[in-house]
């Protein structure tokens, strides 16, 4: 197996690597002179090391983005949405730059990250557009000699905070919605991968997006952060993307200034598969919505509820086609599954699989990782677990890695309460050919997405986001600018 990576050295354009902070358009060593490294998860080895920002730089960024604000909502929409199509222009033009930035930082092959580029620069393309329908009503009044009118304007300053398994595409669905309403953007990005922040914000500085209206501050002191972020008063919506025990922080600390908040938070996907499903179109499903990005995706299916008649034909496809996944390094050509983002990750897949294994469950495939790869520690082979208990805590937590849980069931209303029975509702999973299941479901599912009969469901046209645990708000659609929009209702007597 080819394991050689490509240094970072050999990007087309190595101005896209950024190490400092980008304040008011100056890009800043941190005022206490810290970095912190950022490793390839693939290797194990220092890819460079980023200024680390501190409350200090997130303040000045915050203030940097209030004084850039004002002009930036009073440009004409044409002007924004052409900034923003000028902006999506250079991230095509990089993309492969892009890319390997990704893959370096993050470790998904270069395939998927280059899809993840495309998929990012897809929102910053649909938010151009929508810049220019931003509507505002007449309504009919109640006296003839008023008039009633409802304009929409932006919220003010954004603050974003982003999770490492999507480093481009989290932030791009955040900052293009926000610019194109009107409104300056703070974010820190993960700390495992704030390169493709910082690329994606060059960019968007060179498409000529004025200084302070991005500003990024890669950190360490994500706490820290995250209160300034909450309490200055400066700001006026935080939108967060990762996980649900950090939401629930980020919507007690953004209670005492009521400041707006959209959370994108974790899932536990339900995967089901009824009796008279296109099994080949399952597992394809299943294989596209499992093994992207090694498992680590919000929307990957968690729990895999299969037709008890058809569970073992499944299963047997299923381990046929996962015998094709090759693991390693994410720049090699043939790997189709990377490493996790770090070896803490591989101990906590490790900990869920092993406490389901205590409980009962058996493992039915299992692929082999060679000496290097478990040397290096951060990979995780494709799994398959069967006879799973029911008090197995990999039922009630996102796996967040290549394994497979598989659950029998009997009858619709079964399954329909199995997989309601969890506090998330991001996405949900269904292959059957019964219009009248599929009606069904729709409607019973409590689930903010449901893929029926794909495993693939995110595009930047469509609402994205979650029900109970799994947040508030949308991202993409025509409802995804809504969240960054006030409404002002102007009563006039005539
Ligand atoms: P995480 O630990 O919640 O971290 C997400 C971001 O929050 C990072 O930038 C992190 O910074 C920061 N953070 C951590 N503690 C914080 C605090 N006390 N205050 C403010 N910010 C804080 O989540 P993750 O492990 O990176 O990401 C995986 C999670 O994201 C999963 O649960 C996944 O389902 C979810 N996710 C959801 C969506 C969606 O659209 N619904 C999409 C992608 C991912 P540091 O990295 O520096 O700690």
Redesign the pocket.
Same mark, same amino acid.
């Given at each position: 197996m080819d394991n050689s990576y490509m240094p970072i050295t050999e990007l087309c354009n190595p101005f896209l690597i950024r190490t400092c902070a980008l304040i008011g358009g100056e890009w800043c060593e941190s005022d206490s002179k810290k970095y912190f490294p950022v490793i390839n998860p693939a290797t194990g080895e220092l890819l460079t090391n980023v200024a680390d920002a501190g409350v200090e730089e997130a303040r000045r960024a915050i203030v940097a983005a209030a004084q850039a604000q004002s002009n930036w909502m009073q440009k004409p929409v044409q002007e924004r949405s052409r900034l923003l199509h000028a902006w999506h222009a250079l991230v095509l033009k990089h993309s492969d730059d892009l890319a390997l930035i990704l893959t370096l930082e993050q470790g998904k092959p270069l395939t998927e990250a280059r899809a993840e580029i495309a998929y990012g620069a897809s929102y910053i393309e649909w938010f151009a557009e929508e810049a220019k329908r931003i509507y505002g009503d007449i309504i009919a009044p109640q006296h003839p000699d008023q008039r009633i009118m409802v304009i929409k304007q932006p919220v003010g300053v954004v603050a974003a905070?982003?999770?490492?398994?999507?480093p481009n595409a989290?932030l791009a @669905?955040k900052l293009a919605p926000a610019l194109a309403a009107g409104c300056a953007v703070v974010a820190?990005?993960?700390? &495992?991968?704030p390169l493709s922040a910082l690329a994606l914000a060059w960019l968007a500085e060179e498409a000529g997006i004025p200084a302070g209206v991005i500003n990024i501050v890669p950190?360490?002191?994500?706490?820290?952060?995250?209160?300034e972020?909450?309490s200055n008063k400066l700001v006026r919506k935080l939108s967060?993307?990762?996980?649900? @025990?950090?939401?629930k922080?980020?919507i007690q600390?953004c209670a005492e200034d009521v400041k707006r908040i959209t959370? &994108?938070?974790?899932?536990n996907a339900p995967f089901i598969v009824f009796e008279d499903a296109d099994l080949d179109a399952a597992v394809a499903g299943a294989m596209a919505s499992k093994f992207r990005n090694a498992g680590?995706?919000?929307?990957?299916a968690n729990r895999f509820y299969i037709h008890r008649n058809i569970q073992s034909v499944f299963c047997a496809k299923l381990i046929q086609a996962m015998q094709s996944l090759t693991i390693g390094n994410g720049v090699a050509s043939e790997t189709k599954i990377g490493p996790l983002?770090s070896r803490s990750?591989v101990k906590k897949v490790q900990s869920l699989v092993d406490d389901a294994l205590k409980k009962g469950a058996r493992i039915t495939y299992q692929a082999d990782l060679d000496k290097t790869l478990l040397a290096i520690g951060s990979y995780y082979p494709p799994t398959v677990l069967n006879n799973i208990a029911d008090d197995s805590l990999l039922l009630t937590q996102?796996i967040?890695g290549p394994v497979v849980a598989i659950l029998p069931f009997d009858s619709d209303e079964e399954v329909a309460k199995l997989a309601n029975d969890t506090d998330y509702g991001?996405a949900a999973y269904c292959f059957t050919r019964d219009s009248k299941r599929i009606k069904k479901m729709s409607e019973i599912l409590a689930t903010?997405m449901l893929g029926i009969n794909t495993g693939t469901i995110s595009n930047a046209m469509a609402p994205?986001?979650?029900v109970k645990h799994?947040?508030w708000g949308r991202?993409g659609s025509h409802y995804g600018i809504a969240d960054y929009l006030e409404i002002k209702y102007i009563c006039e007597q005539i």
């Open positions: 905070i982003t999770p490492w398994n999507f989290m @669905r820190k990005p993960a700390a &495992e991968t950190s360490t002191d994500a706490s820290a952060i995250g209160i972020f909450s967060f993307t990762g996980s649900t @025990r950090v939401g922080i980020l600390q959370l &994108e938070l974790g899932g680590q995706t919000c929307v990957c983002i990750a996102e967040f991001l903010g994205f986001g979650g799994s947040g991202e």
